[in-house]
């Protein structure tokens, strides 16, 4: 079972940047597809994005296309998620977990608010 432990959130206005990490503590990390997930109150989680166990496919959810990146370092056991002009719509806790079958422990995720 892997331990993910999500960073990187923050504050920022409207237009700004952040990179949020995920660190996977745990020996299936690197063999598993991971993605980003999205939630807000009342609302269900969503996928953001998701990446191959090699890093060499991924794929970014329509809301976030052109603006969002993700990416691994399987050495480092990390996935991250580069977003770019972030809006008040992308106001969420963000998590990362396995992309397919049964998901791992969440962890805590990592709050991202966009407001001016």
């Known amino acids: 079972q892997v331990q993910l432990v999500e960073s990187g959130g923050g504050s920022v206005q409207p237009g700004g940047s952040l990179r949020l990490s995920c660190v996977g503590f745990?020996?299936?990390?690197?063999?598993?597809?991971m993605a980003w997930y999205r939630q807000t109150p009342g609302n269900r989680r969503e996928l953001v994005a998701d990446i191959g166990r090699d890093g060499e496919t991924s794929h970014v959810e329509v809301f976030a296309k052109g603006r969002f990146t993700i990416s691994r370092d399987n050495g480092k056991k990390t996935v991250y998620l580069e977003m770019n002009g972030l809006g008040p719509e992308d106001t969420a806790v963000y998590y990362c977990?396995?992309?397919?079958?049964?998901?791992?422990?969440w962890g805590q995720g990592t709050q991202v608010t966009v407001s001016s």
């Open positions: 745990g020996s299936t990390f690197t063999d598993r597809a």
């Open positions: 977990n396995y992309r397919y079958g049964s998901f791992g422990s």
